[in-house]
C-alpha cells in the first residue's frame, strides 16, 4: 500500500487549500471528501473573499475544482470514519472500506450548523434565513431582524446587526444566557434591540421571501406572530471530527485545539479551518489556516528526514 506524506481529510476551503500547498512542496497528498466546496456550497451570495468577485459558492467550489485538477491532486471520493496510529504513521479508514496511509494529516472536516427543524426554514434558507451574521450582516439594512439562540454567537450577531438593522429581536428559549455577561450587556445597550426570553420559534413564513415568524410563548403557551425579513439562526455548530475522537485535544464547545502551525495535540495530525479554536468561520480564515498547515506538514516531515 502507498504511503502518502499528507491525508488531507475534508474538501472545504481549508482542505482545499492545504491540498494546493502540499502539492506545490511536491508532497505526496491525497484529499479525501465527498464533495469539494464544503459549506461555499450552500452560499449563493460570497463578498468577502479576496480576489474572488463571482459571488456564487457554487462557482468558487468550481474554481477550487479546477485548481485541485490542475494540480493532479488525488481525491478520494469518500469520509473518513476512524484515524488509528500506527508506529510513526496513520491509518485512515474510510466508509466506503478504503484505507489510507500517511506519515501525517491534516484535518479540515469543518462544521454545520444546528438548526430549527421548523416549517419555512428550509424553504428560505439563504433567502432570508441565515447561519452567519459575519457574512450576511449588510443584508439586513433598514430591515426587521431577529436572531435566534442565546449564546455568545447569538449575542455578537445582534451586537453586529443592531449597526444595520431598523430593529432586532433576540430570540431565547430560556430566561437564562449562555453568552458572557459583558456581551449580554452591550447588547442591551443597543436600544434598537428587544430580548425575547422564553419563545421559541414554531415556523418561518412568507411568500416569497420571509415575512415573518411565529413565535410561542413557552409560559403562557401563547402564539404570536413577529414581523421580520431576516433571520439569523444562531444555535450552535456540530463540529465534524468524530473520526479523531480521542487522538486530539479539544475545548468546552469540541474544536480541536492548534497552535499557530496549526498544530494540535497529536504530532504529526494539523487541523485547520472551522474545526479548530479560533473563533471566526469564514472562508478565507479556513483557507488560510490551510495554508499554514500544509507548509508545517511540510516542515514537520522535512524535519523528521522522511521526505522521499
Ligand atoms: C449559508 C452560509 C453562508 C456563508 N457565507 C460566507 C461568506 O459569505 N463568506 C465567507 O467567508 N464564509 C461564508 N460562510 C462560511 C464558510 O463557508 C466557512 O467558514 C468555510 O466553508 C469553512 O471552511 P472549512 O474548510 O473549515 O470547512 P467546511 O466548509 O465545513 O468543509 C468541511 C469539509 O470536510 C468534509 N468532511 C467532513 N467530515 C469529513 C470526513 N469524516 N471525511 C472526509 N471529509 C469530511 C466536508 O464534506 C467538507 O468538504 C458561509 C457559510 C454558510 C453555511
Redesign the pocket.
Known amino acids: 500500500m502507498e504511503t502518502y506524506d499528507v491525508i488531507i481529510?475534508?474538501?472545504?476551503?481549508?482542505?482545499v487549500s492545504a491540498a494546493i500547498y502540499a502539492k506545490r512542496k511536491l508532497l505526496r497528498t491525497v484529499l479525501?471528501?465527498?464533495?469539494?466546496?464544503?459549506?461555499?456550497l450552500?452560499?449563493t451570495?460570497?463578498?468577502?473573499?479576496p480576489g474572488f468577485v463571482e459571488k456564487s459558492g457554487m462557482k468558487l467550489a468550481e474554481f477550487f475544482e479546477q485548481q485541485l485538477k490542475e494540480l493532479e491532486v488525488e481525491i478520494v471520493e469518500d469520509?473518513?470514519?476512524e484515524i488509528r496510529i500506527e508506529g510513526n504513521s496513520f491509518r485512515a479508514i474510510c466508509e466506503e472500506g478504503r484505507e489510507l496511509v500517511g506519515k501525517s494529516v491534516i484535518a479540515?472536516?469543518?462544521?454545520s450548523?444546528r438548526k430549527l427543524n421548523v416549517p419555512g426554514e428550509d424553504e428560505f434558507f439563504?433567502r432570508g434565513v441565515?447561519?452567519?451574521a459575519t457574512?450576511?450582516a449588510p443584508l439586513t439594512k433598514n430591515k426587521m431582524v431577529a436572531v435566534v439562540g442565546g449564546g455568545n454567537a447569538a449575542f455578537q450577531s445582534a451586537d453586529l446587526l443592531a449597526r444595520y438593522a431598523t430593529k432586532v429581536y433576540l430570540i431565547h428559549r430560556r430566561s437564562e444566557f449562555r453568552a458572557d455577561g459583558i456581551l449580554v450587556s452591550r447588547v442591551k445597550g443597543h436600544n434598537n434591540v428587544e430580548i425575547i426570553t422564553n419563545a421559541e420559534v414554531r415556523e418561518i413564513r412568507g411568500k416569497d421571501r420571509v415575512e415573518s415568524l411565529l413565535l410561542e410563548s413557552l409560559e403562557s403557551r401563547q402564539v404570536f406572530e413577529l414581523p421580520v425579513q431576516r433571520i439569523f439562526i444562531e444555535i450552535g455548530r456540530e463540529i465534524?471530527l468524530d473520526?479523531m475522537k480521542g487522538l486530539v485535544i479539544t475545548n468546552e464547545h469540541g474544536q480541536v485545539i492548534v497552535d499557530r502551525l496549526q498544530r494540535t495535540s497529536c504530532e504529526g495530525i494539523f487541523a485547520?479551518?472551522?474545526?479548530t479554536d479560533l473563533p471566526y468561520?469564514?472562508?478565507?480564515?479556513?483557507a488560510g489556516q490551510?495554508a499554514v498547515a500544509a507548509l508545517a506538514a511540510f516542515d514537520y516531515l522535512s524535519e523528521k528526514r522522511v521526505l522521499g
Request: with cysteine; proline share 2%; charged share 15%.
Open positions: 481529510i475534508g474538501g472545504g476551503p481549508a482542505g479525501v471528501s465527498k464533495d469539494i466546496g464544503g459549506q461555499a450552500l452560499t451570495n460570497i463578498e468577502n473573499y469520509a473518513v470514519k479540515t472536516g469543518g462544521s450548523h439563504g441565515y447561519v452567519c457574512c450576511d465534524r473520526y485547520a479551518g472551522e474545526i468561520g469564514q472562508a478565507i480564515i479556513s490551510g
